[in-house]
C-alpha cells in the first residue's frame, strides 16, 4: 500500500494493483496533460493535472465502494485509468480529433499499462467496467472529483461539493447508483456546481480563444492521430515551437507570450452550421489563420440518469427537483459562438464578418469593451 | 478604531462610532441570541450569534459603499444595527410575536442606544436608512453575511458565497443596487445558496419539533411583548425553568435534555388553515400540550429585486437565469406541515390524526423511518 | 448508528452505545458550557461548547483505535466523557474549585450517566481508561481536537494540524503512544500550536480580566461545590443576576455589557506567592471587588510523554526535535500576572500599586496603550 | 487596472504599469517554471508556478504598502519581477550555474522586461530596489506569499502563515520593516513554518533523488548559461529528450516515467567537503551516471534581520523568541546528504560506498526500508 498526500482528500490510499498502473509510462504521462487546458491563461493558478484528478477519482469510487459490496473492485481501478485517452491540453484538440475515450481504449490495447490490466481482468471485461455508472454517470466519482479540485485550483467558490454526503448516500442496487434521501441536496448541489463552473471556468472566452489557436495551430502543423494520442504538452508544444510553418510558429509564440487575439464576435444567435461553413471557408480565403471561427457544440446540462429515493421510491433527480429540471434551459442560456482576430487586423475582420451576417440578414451587434 | 478577529472576513474594522454603537447594552445583548434559535439541536456545532453576524453585516456592507460613494455612511451602521430586535432564539418565537424588525425600531426609539444613534441621525432617518437595499434586499450585506456564516458554523457547504466577486460587481446607482455583468454568477449562486440552506439547515425537522416545543412553553407561560423583547436566552430559559406551571417546566426540561417530540405527521399537501385551526383545538382538547401542531407559512424564494447589468441593460436576474426563475417552484417543493407528539402518545395523536383527516378524505400517510 | 454533522470532522459517527451517553442530561449539559468560557469577549465567534468537542474527541480516539486493535472500546467512550465535570465557562472558576477532573469522577459514580456506564465497565475500569495515553497525554485526542476546533471558531490560524497525519501515525504499544517517523512533523506542529495558541486565545487579557470578575462574582455569591458542579452557563448566568448582593449584580451586568475592568499591571516580574497574598489583602480591604489581582500559575509547554520513532528507536520527540525542547522556556516567556480596576478607581488603584511594589523595591512599569 | 483570480489572495488587482510588465516574454515564461520544481514527484498536486507567485508577492507587497506612505511604488514592482531569473524547475539547477538572482539582474538589462522598467526607473535604481526588505528579508512578501501557497498545493497545512496580520502590522521605518507587537506570534509562526515546509517539502528525498537525476542529465548534455537562463520547461525537456547522448536520454525517461534511483546511503553525519569530493570521482569512474552523490549545503533557518517592536522597543524577533532562538539548531538536525542509484547496481553502489568510508573510519549505517 501506498499512501499519497492530496490537497482534496487528505490521503489517497493505493493498493499494490494501483502503483503497478500508476507506475506505467502511460499513466505517468498524465502528469504532463493539464486538467483544464488553457484555463491557466483566465486562471493562472489552474496548473493541476490529469494525475491527480485520476487518484483522486479512484479514491472516490474506493470510497464508494468500501459500503457497496455489489460494485466489483475493477470499477475502481477503470476509474482511475478513465482519461488515459487525453490529448495534451485535455479537451482542447477533440474538434480535430477522436474523442478521448477511443484513446483510452486504444491504449489499454496497445500499451504497458495494457499488461497489467490483463493480469486481472480480461481487455473487454475492463472495458465494460469503464461504463459503470460510479465512472460515467450524472453523479460519478470523476464528476465529484473534478468539480471540487476545478475549484479548488481556479478558486471558484462555485464547485464546492459535499463530498462526504455524495459519498456516504449512494448505494448501487446492481444496476444504477441511486442517491439516498439525506444525499439528494448533495447531488442537486452537484449538478448545479457544474453548469456554473461551465460558464465561469470551462468556456472562460480567454480560454476558448487561446484554445482556437492551439487548434488552428495543430491543423496546420497536420499531426496525425497515431503521433499526438502518445504525445504530452511538452512533446506538443516543443514541436509546434519548431515547426516548419511560420504560421505555426506564430500561432505557438502569441500562445506563449499571451498576446491572443481579440473577440471580433461572441454571440449567442446561432447562423446554423452551413452558414457557420461558409463563413469559415470565406474567413480562411481572406484571412488565413489570422481569423478564427469558434462554433462549439451546444452544451448539455440537463440530468439524464441521476436517480434518487424520495420517500422510499425511485425517481429521477429532475422529478424531484425544480433546479435540476430547469437545467435543459441552461443549453441556449450558456452557449456561444465566436469570431477571433489578431489585433492587427480585427477591424478588417469585424467588416467583412458584419457584412457577412448582412447578407443573409442575420443580426451582428458589435462587442463593446 | 477597533479591530474584530472574525473567522469569516479576517479582521473587521469598527470606527469609533461603530464602536460606540457597539458599546450599548441592547448590542451586547446579541452575544446572547443565537442566530440559528434551536438549529444546534441538529448540528450542534451552530451556536453563533446574532452579534458576530451583525459585525459582518457591519463589514459587507462598509465594503460595498467603499467603492460606492453614492451610499450615505449611515447605511453601514443601519447594517449594524438591523438584527437588534431579535427574541431568544431569533425566529423561533416570531409566530407569538410581532416581527422582530418592529423591536428594532423599538429599541432604537427606547434604548440606550437610540440616544447613540441620536448624535449623528434623526430617528426617522435612521429608520429609513434600514429600509436601503444593502440592508434589506434580496442581493444585501445581510444575506451575503448569513449564509456564509451559517456554512462555516454548520458545515453544511451549500451556504458558501463568493463574497469577494459580489462585494466588487455591486453597484449602486442612486436608487437600486446593481450587479455587474462579472457578478451575475455570484448573485445567482447566492439565491440558489439560500434555497439549500433552507432546506437543509434552517428548517431541520429536529429544529422544527424543538421549536415547536419552545413556543409551547412560552404560550403557556404567557410572556407579555414587554418583557420578551428585552430577555436574552438566559433570562428566558431561566424563567422557564422555574416556572410555576410544571407543563413548562416540563417541555424545558425536555429540550434541555434533548429527548424531543416524535413526527407524527410531516407532509406537504396543504388542508387550509381553517382545517388546521380545527386540528389544533381538537388536538389541544385531547391532548394538552403533548401534541403540537406545526404549520409554517410558505417559504418564498423567488427573487424579487435582484438587478443586474446585462449587456449593458438593466435587467432582472430572473430574466437572465432559468436557474433563478425556477426557484419560484421551491415554495411548494419544500413546505411541509406537521404534528409533533411525545413519545408516549405518539401512537395515541397518530391515530386520532389519522381519524381527523379522513374524516374529511384527505390523506395520511404514515411516517416511516 | 447516528451520524453527527460537524464542521471539523465532516460526519461524526456514534455508536448505539456512545448515542446513549450522549442522551443523558449529563451529557447534554455540556452543550450549555462554552469550550472557551469567557474568551469570546476577545474572539465574538469562539461560541462551541463542550459538547461539539467531547464529539470530536470521541471521534478522533475511534480512528487512531481503528487501527490499533491493542487499544480498547471503552477508551473512546472514556474519550466522550473526559470533560463531563466542567463548570460554567470551563476552565474559568478552576481558581475556586477544586480541579473538574473530580468532578467527572464525581458525575460517572452519582448520574444517570454512571448507570449508563455501568452497563459495560465497573466504574473503576472507566476512571481508569479517562488514564489513557490516548485521553490524556500529550499527543491525545482531546489536544488534537480542541487545538483544531478553537482555531477555526477563533480564525486564529495557529491551531491547525495535520490530524490525517497524526491519526495514521499514533501507534499504541501496550502502554505507550507512539509516533512514527513520518508523523513526527505533525507531532512537533501540535505541540508548538498549543503554545501559540495558549498565548495569542487561551490567556487573552480581555477574556483574563472577565474571568477574574467572573471569579469575584462567584466568590462573593458563595456558592457551594456541590451546586455550581452540576450548574450550566444560564444556571449560573441567572443565579448571579439575580443575587441578593449588589456587588454580585454590579459585576456581573458590567460582563454583560462588556465594561470590563482596566489593566493597570500586567508583567512577567513575579512578587513571589506571599507578597500577592499581602496585595490581594490589602487591596481588597481598600478597594473591595473594585480592585482584582489575577496571579495565574505558570503554564507548561514541554513535551513530557511525546514519544516517537526515530530511525527504528524509541526516543522522547523533544531528544529530536530543538523546536520542541525550547518550549521549556515560554513558561517564563509567555507567563503575566496582572492587577484590573474598574475604571474610575484605576488611577487610584495604580498609584496603591506602585506603592506597594516600591515599599518592597520591586520594578512597576506604567502600561502604555 | 485588471483583476487576477488567485485561491490565496481573492482578487490580485494589476495596475496599468503592472500589466505592461506582466504582458512581457520574460514575465509569461514564469507560467512554465514551476514554483517546486520536482517536488510534484512527492506531491503530486504541487504543479503551481513562479507565475502565480510572482502575482501573489506583488499582491502583498502592495497592501503592506499601502498603510506605509515610506515604501516606494517601485518596490512592488520589484517584488513582482524578483524571480524572473529561475532556471527551469527553479532551485533543482543552482548547483550547475549561478544563483537564479543574477539571471534577475541579467533579464532586467537585456530583455524586454527590461524596456518597461525602464520606462520609470533607471536599471541601478530597480536592481537597489530588489534588496527592500519588502523584497528580500526574514519577513518579507516573497516567503509570506510562497509558505501559504505552497501550503495549499501540496495539502501540507506546517505553511498557513496569518497573513493578514503580518501585513497589517508591518511598518517599515524607512530602513528596516518592524513588525508590531500584535504581530509578533504571526512572525514567529512565518519562520516556523519555513522550517516545518523545508524539512516536509522541499527537502522531500524523493525530491533531492529527481534534482540529482536531472542535475546531472544537463551536465551531461553540456547546456551553457547563455542557453539555460532563457529556458523554460517545455525546451528543457524537449532538449533532454532529443538529447545525442543516450545517458541523458535514459535519465530523463526514467523522471518521465518516474522510475527514480534508489537510496544508498541518507545521512546527517557530514564526511567534509573533500571526501564528497574523493567519493563523487570514484563513484563517477566506476558507475558513471548511475551513481549520483547529493551534497546539499547546510540550510540555514535562523532570523537574520526580523525586528520586532516589544513593549515599544526595537528588538530582534530571537530575542523575544525562545522557539525562533532554536531555530539555529535545526541547521543540523534536518541536514542530510545522500548516495543514490539505479535500482540495478543499487547493492553494488552500497558496497562500494561503505568500504570507501570505512577505509576513513567514518559510520555507515544501512538503510532499512
Known sequence: ??????????????????????????????RRITQLGLVFLAYPSARHTRFEHSLGTFHLARMVSSHNPGIE???????????????????????????????????????????VVRERYSLEEFLGLLKH????????????????????????????????????????????LVVGEKG????????????????????????????????EAVRLEGIPLEEIRTMDEVDLMARLR??????????????????LYKRVLHSGIDPGEERIGELKRELEMEFGHLALVDYPSKPRFEEKNAFVLSAGELKRLSDVSPLVRSLVE?????????VYAREDVRARVE???EEFLHSSGEPFAKLVG
Open 73 to 115: 473492485d475493477g470499477v475502481s481501478y477503470a476509474a482511475l485509468l478513465h482519461d488515459l485517452g487525453h490529448y495534451p491540453f485535455s479537451h482542447t484538440l477533440e474538434a480535430l480529433y477522436q474523442r478521448h475515450e477511443e484513446n483510452t481504449r486504444w491504449a489499454l490495447r496497445h500499451g504497458e499499462i495494457g499488461d
Open 133 to 176: 455508472p460510479l465512472v460515467s454517470g450524472d453523479i460519478d466519482a470523476d464528476r465529484m472529483d473534478y468539480l471540487v479540485r476545478d475549484a479548488y485550483y481556479t478558486g471558484v467558490a462555485y464547485g464546492i461539493a459535499d463530498l462526504d454526503r455524495l459519498v456516504r448516500y449512494l448505494h448501487y442496487d446492481g444496476e444504477r
Open 242 to 259: 519548431s515547426s516548419g510553418n511560420p504560421d505555426v510558429r506564430e500561432l505557438i509564440k502569441a500562445l506563449d507570450d499571451r498576446r
Open 1 to 30: 500500500m501506498k499512501l499519497i498526500h492530496d490537497p482534496i482528500h487528505g490521503h489517497i490510499e493505493l493498493d499494490d494493483f494501483a502503483v503497478r498502473l500508476v507506475d506505467t509510462p502511460e499513466f505517468q504521462r498524465l
Open 351 to 353: 467588416k467583412f464578418v
Open 184 to 215: 439528494i441536496m448533495a447531488a442537486q448541489n452537484l449538478l448545479l456546481a457544474r453548469s456554473m463552473m461551465h460558464q465561469t471556468v470551462y468556456q472562460h472566452h480567454v480560454s476558448r480563444i487561446a484554445g482556437a489557436m492551439l487548434t
Open 330 to 338: 441552461l443549453k441556449d442560456t450558456y452557449w456561444r459562438w465566436g
